[in-house]
């Protein structure tokens, strides 16, 4: 038995850090290799008709960070005869960039907001386009009727050397296809992953949320999501889901839809950084060092993270507190429909000196401002898991945490509040900072009761749903707290 991991997210990611489907994929596939399973990697290129065999070294170096076992890639140069490598250079480049982007001053703020609409504005035309492009390819498929067989004839003059084309996968009987990344807006990718279970292996995909059903008006319209999810439901051998609340609506889903249920297993992530500095060392200063007491929030910034929520807090606790309120970090890229808030942020002369929407963050940057905030703030309105609340707490860390969805199963540790309770998210703050008996107490409790999960944990749980290997001694069970069932909603499905 082969077992092959999809990389096909990774390849060609080119942000110095990972987002939480991309650093899933990643830690999975170094948990496997820690575990001594052997995984091929292979990639779905645009444009092509199956898998195709990848390198280690061609992962990018966000990846090869968080899998050090990587061999490196071969045309690297030499640092001691250039003086620098290519992440070095990377690395400067997205200094300067930090530098003008966040730099201080009203030309730094209409500079961000103007960068962000760009950056908005540019996905949007890439992401559509991608669509438009997988349409009229299939359109030319279903125009296009095979041509009859051509009369023997004499052979065709040689012509100079064309490159050979790409390796094509062989899946055999017993082989295991690990595609756990998003690949929704991969045209093409759904028919490969098909053709793989077609020639004998076992497909194993991996849902994160059920949001373009259950949630549809966060999404852009006619999202290719659901289309996935679909494909995902109908097409897979096992499924996994990342929590018991998305397991319990991809159920609602194939039952409202009419679709049979595929075997459907619930693993629990990983929540170690992986680039963070051993406790016992102190961590580097990151780029932008707050000069006041603050709080974290590691999210992107898209409609349901719910950063609407913290603008508000911090506009009370600003008009309260003057120059005695807290500052706010908020680090991830922005996504659609958060252009109007962005703005406000940015030109609200009373709290914009406290918030700071940072990107570009990497691990070890991520890491100090862990080790020394005054709490986390994850107010998200809905949630396949909530990866940063349990990251939170393996650094001993109170975080204030939304009870929407799944967030409750993580553990019972967070201070919870309504994604919509504004007033309380403003008095779990300033309790934060005015009683540090009681904020002590709490991070004395996570640091006794906590134990985090590795990603060798969560490779064995992939590795036992699948059939492939009983779970490693040690690994952590996923035990959801209780929650109760939620009324049935009509759900989307055009």
Not at 72 to 97: F, I, K, Q, V, W
Not at 197 to 202: L, V, Y
Not at 439 to 454: M, W
Request: charged fraction near 25%; glycine fraction near 8%; aromatic fraction near 8%.
């Amino acid at each position: 038995m082969t077992i092959w991991y999809d990389v096909s997210g990774l390849v060609d990611w080119r942000r110095p850090h990972l987002g939480g489907i991309e650093r899933t994929t990643a830690g999975i596939l170094d948990g496997l290799h820690r575990l001594g399973v052997p995984a091929r990697l292979v990639q779905f290129r645009l444009g092509g008709e199956a898998f195709e065999p990848v390198a280690e070294g061609d992962l990018p170096a966000p990846v090869r960070d968080m899998c050090p076992w990587f061999e490196p890639p071969a045309a690297r140069p030499d640092p001691a005869a250039t003086g620098s490598t290519p992440d070095d250079a990377d690395a400067t480049l997205r200094e300067r960039r930090h530098e003008i982007i966040y730099g201080a001053g009203e030309d730094g703020a209409a500079f961000r907001a103007a960068w962000v609409a760009f950056r908005s504005a540019g996905r949007s035309v890439v992401r559509h386009a991608g669509h438009r492009l997988g349409f009229a390819r299939r359109q030319r498929e279903e125009a296009t009727a095979t041509p009859p067989a051509a009369a023997p004839g004499p052979p065709a003059p040689q012509e100079s050397a064309q490159p050979a084309p790409p390796l094509r996968v062989p899946f055999v009987p017993g082989d295991v296809l690990l595609s756990l990344g998003g690949t929704f807006a991969t045209p093409g990718h759904p028919a490969a992953v098909e053709a793989a279970r077609g020639q004998g292996a076992t497909v194993v995909r991996m849902i994160y949320d059920m949001v373009p059903v259950t949630k549809p008006q966060w999404l852009a319209p006619r999202s290719v999501e659901v289309a996935w999810l679909r494909h995902v439901a109908t097409r897979s051998d096992v499924v996994l889901a990342i929590s018991e609340c998305t397991r319990r609506e991809f159920a609602d889903y194939c039952r409202e839809a009419g679709l049979a249920l595929p075997r459907t297993e619930v693993v629990r992530l990983g929540d170690v950084i992986p680039g963070a500095v051993p406790a016992d060392r102190p961590a580097p200063l990151p780029r932008f060092v707050p000069r006041r007491p603050f709080f974290l929030c590691v999210s992107s910034l898209n409609v349901r993270k719910n950063h609407r929520c913290l603008y508000d807090a911090w506009s009370v606790l600003a008009a309260d507190r003057g120059e005695a309120c807290p500052d706010l970090l908020c680090t991830g890229m922005s996504h659609d429909h958060v252009g109007e808030l962005v703005h406000e942020i940015r030109h609200d002369r009373a709290v914009n000196r406290h918030i700071h929407l940072l990107d570009g963050i990497r691990d070890a940057e991520l890491d100090w401002y862990y080790r020394h905030c005054v709490a986390t703030i994850y107010p998200s309105k809905h949630e396949g898991w909530g990866l940063p609340v349990a990251e939170s707490l393996g650094y001993g860390k109170l975080c204030l945490a939304s009870s929407a969805a799944s967030m409750p199963e993580i553990s019972e540790l967070p201070e919870f509040f309504a994604a919509h309770d504004t007033p309380r998210l403003v008095e779990l703050v300033s309790r934060a900072v005015d009683d540090p008996a009681w904020l002590a107490d709490h991070e004395g409790r996570i640091r006794r009761t906590f134990r985090p999960t590795a990603w060798t944990d969560t490779a064995a749980a992939v590795l036992a749903a699948v059939g492939g290997r009983r779970a490693a001694a040690g690994a952590v069970p996923h035990t959801p707290a209780p929650t109760p069932r939620t009324t049935t909603r009509r759900m989307a499905w055009h």
